[in-house]
């Protein structure tokens, strides 16, 4: 290279070096108000539950004292806490694995075409848009002890005989039943969508590749689909069962716990402990106990929607 | 088409208008507040009585207008109060005034001592009734935590027709009536669903329900040095009566009962019987509804040992907080409304009972005469509804109410304990563990009453709850 290319490289370089510490920096502004709404809504309280949960915090007073792990002992020697955690697998396993099935039925369904596709997916996403406490008003007089339009329709049809009827609400197992219902519905449209969307992304031509290599539809379901689509299905199922294992409003709106505190998931538990009983620490132990839990899965996905990604 | 440059730039001139909006706005807001002079911010349940609500807005305004005051009222739903309460203590600022309709004990630590307004409020009127008081008062720590206006008598609801098909046309007197009810109203109305409708699930009104059940077996949670006594053959008879009156008289839907479940289910006539209030049956005054003929009124029911109890069905306890910059408006609001007991109790159509009896005096009459005079007040009102009842003294055994009408925490005074027991539903749970064979009356008992004691230890360590030498 020439004196002169060496002059005229040089500020060049410095120009080149100056944009991308110009980029470097409106990275940073642009990420600021992402990283400031993590760090003050999420950080900070998740830190204080974690310090709260160590304490003898109660609703009514801004003082308290530090207790170690006594929160932690006496929810695990609880009967009720027990069940409520029991309830939170089974709550977030069998409505997950229903979602899943349920929007990989429905996102099939509607890539093909067909008349009136359009108010089927308004329909479908109707569930998600609709705010859950006005939903679940809906529920709760479908489900209600008394006036259950499902027993009604039952009773029509013969299903339910002369003073049979089903307490969905009074019930342990039929109340969990009610919940999961209830939230399944909520929850399949968002998981339609994005599977609906992985269904499209996968190009034609791989489908029509197997197609002229003699593939089967199981082959083709299982050695093209599902490894495609794994990324954005573990992403699915990362934010549903995270989602899940953290909501409390379905099983507040429908049940508040009940029948004698039968069917708490720990997030309804905690809310009753912590918010309506007023004891803080206990309702913070609650609430976090499945904290490291939901990191490690969260870490496992994440790990396995990456290795699974397709380049 | 803007530059990435262009864009930054003007985004920053909208940051830089941004901030100083921001930075005028404390001086806009103070001129804004200079203007409206005193300002007064009230956190108010929304009534069972949808007609009291409108009566207690314009009522609040217009007081404060006289005044040079601006009030502002805001409604939340009744099970909302006390997580809207949690809410504004931790963030030290909300509402000047909040309006709790069970125990506001668990913030006695946050709110002002409001002893010296109910020191002047019973010298204007005599004493409040003692259930209002025991409500209100921390007799531990001396504190009046509360200002009680009004509470709510807990009558038995039960469908005349139906009761007198069974031989008993006025329908039960004690508990043990219930039992025989039972299985007569499957006979003689098999249409109804659920024969005895009273809830046993977790909330408000079975909350009271299983405590005047309790009570009137000679069981309490504590005594009235705030011992915890729950463990004790009377609670174990208790709950073995709540086993057979489930087994005749009632079904798994009692177990999702909610604070709507007993209007719907009388006023539909799926039950023939329920504990509550006259909201109930001014809901079917309003609709017209085919119950109202056959919707008739009892006392609270005896138990085997001869007592007749019941809880309050609502307990006003109105707090001010200490973060309120307007602590002597409140107070005088309080008493304002305190004075506006006739009112008060027609507006909501005789639900709201005053607290103090006194207030409901007739005018210039002596301060000793007062509580007599409000007495006799409130009982022309009940024997003759002004709101239409058929016959007219169809509500008379209400202004009878007070005698067998008493506070959460009875025998003794209400305490945090006794709160924290009440919201996390550890009696009706005991309860309803019992009724339905999910676990045997002496475990279920042992189980609530573990988490008792553990309930008061807790709270016995803060100095706010007396007790725990006799402990069972």
């Known amino acids: 290279m020439s004196s002169t290319e060496i002059a005229l490289a040089r500020p060049a370089a410095a120009a080149v070096e100056t944009l991308s510490r110009r980029d470097r920096r409106l990275g940073k502004i642009l990420l600021a108000p992402a990283l400031a709404y993590i760090f003050v809504l999420v950080a900070i309280p998740f830190l204080l539950a974690v310090l709260l949960s160590l304490t003898n915090s109660s609703a009514g007073s801004l003082e308290f004292s530090f207790v170690g792990l006594q929160n932690f002992r006496s929810v695990l020697s609880s009967a009720v806490f027990l069940r409520a955690l029991r309830n939170t697998f089974v709550f977030t396993l069998v409505s997950q694995g229903l979602v899943i099935v349920m929007g990989n039925i429905l996102a099939r369904a509607l890539m093909k075409p067909f008349r009136g596709k359009l108010l089927v997916r308004f329909l479908i996403l109707l569930p998600w848009a609709a705010p859950i406490s006005l939903a679940t008003l809906g529920w709760l007089w479908i489900f209600d002890s008394t006036f259950s339009v499902i027993n009604w329709m039952l009773k029509v049809v013969g299903w339910l005989g002369p003073g049979e009827w089903y307490y969905w609400l009074g019930d342990p197992v039929l109340g969990m039943v009610a919940i999961i219902i209830v939230h399944v519905w909520r929850m399949l449209p968002f998981s339609t969508v994005i599977l609906l969307a992985g269904l499209t992304s996968i190009p034609k031509e791989v489908h029509e590749a197997a197609d002229i290599d003699g593939a089967g539809a199981l082959a083709k379901a299982f050695q093209i689909t599902l490894p495609m689509m794994l990324p954005i299905l573990t992403v699915a199922v990362l934010f549903g069962v995270v989602f899940t294992f953290t909501d409390m409003s379905v099983v507040y709106l429908l049940t508040r716990g009940g029948p004698f505190n039968s069917t708490h998931v720990l997030a309804s538990l905690a809310f009753q402990d912590g918010v309506l009983g007023g004891d803080v620490g206990r309702g913070a132990s609650v609430a976090i106990f499945l904290v490291p839990l939901l990191v490690v899965m969260a870490v496992v996905m994440l790990r396995l929607s990456r290795r699974a990604e397709v380049v | ?472």
């Open chain 2, 1 to 472: 088409m803007h530059s990435r440059r262009q864009f930054i730039v003007k985004g920053a001139k909208l940051v830089a208008a941004g901030a100083a909006a921001a930075a005028a706005g404390p001086s806009v807001f103070v001129r804004g507040a200079a203007a409206a002079d005193k300002t007064l911010k009230v956190l108010q349940w929304a009534h069972f009585v949808p007609a009291y609500d409108k009566w207690f807005d314009p009522w609040a305004k217009d007081w404060g207008s006289k005044r040079g005051v601006e009030v502002t009222v805001d409604h939340v739903g009744f099970a909302d109060v006390v997580p809207r309460a949690t809410a504004e203590v931790a963030a030290q600022s909300g509402h000047d005034v909040h309006m709790f309709i069970g125990l506001a004990s668990a913030f006695e630590e946050h709110v002002v001592d409001l002893k010296d307004v109910a020191a002047n409020l019973e010298k204007k009127y005599g004493k409040p009734v003692e259930l209002a008081h025991r409500s209100t008062y921390n007799a531990f720590t001396r504190k009046q935590f509360a200002l009680s206006d009004m509470w709510v008598p807990d009558p038995g609801n039960f469908h005349k027709k139906v009761w007198t098909d069974i031989g008993m046309p006025s329908g039960p007197s004690t508990y043990e009536d219930l039992v025989k009810a039972g299985p007569e109203i499957r006979k003689a109305a098999p249409q109804m669903q659920i024969p005895i409708g009273i809830g046993l699930s977790q909330d408000i009104d079975s909350n009271m329900a299983v405590r005047n059940i309790l009570w009137c077996h000679g069981g309490s949670i504590q005594d009235k040095d705030g011992n915890v006594v729950l463990n004790s053959a009377e609670t174990l008879k208790a709950l073995e009566y709540a086993k057979r009156l489930y087994s005749v008289g009632m079904n798994q839907a009692v177990l999702s009962w909610n604070a709507a479940s007993n209007n719907q289910a009388f006023n539909a006539q799926e039950t023939a019987y329920i504990l509550n209030s006259i909201s109930a049956y001014r809901t079917a005054q309003d609709n017209k509804l085919p119950v109202l003929d056959n919707y008739f009124f009892t006392p609270a029911l005896k138990g085997p040992t001869g007592i007749q109890l019941a809880s309050e069905h609502v307990m006003s306890g109105y707090v001010v907080w200490k973060f309120s910059k307007s602590q002597d408006i409140a107070k005088e609001f309080l008493v304002a409304l305190v004075d506006a007991s006739r009112e008060s109790m027609l507006a909501s159509k005789l639900y709201n009972f005053p607290s103090f009896y006194g207030a409901a005096a007739e005018p210039n009459t002596p301060t000793a005469k007062r509580t007599d005079s409000g007495a006799a007040w409130i009982a022309k009102q009940c024997n003759a509804d002004p709101f239409g009842s058929h016959p007219g003294d169809k509500l008379s055994l209400l202004s009878k109410a007070l005698p067998w009408s008493t506070n959460l925490g009875y025998p003794g005074f209400a305490n945090p304990a006794e709160g924290e027991i009440f919201d996390t539903y550890v009696i009706t749970d005991m309860f309803a563990k019992a009724a339905t064979g999910a676990m045997s009356p002496k475990d279920a008992l042992a189980e609530a009453n573990t988490r008792c004691k553990e309930i008061f230890a807790k709270w016995r360590k803060k100095n706010m709850v007396a007790g725990g030498s006799k402990d069972r």
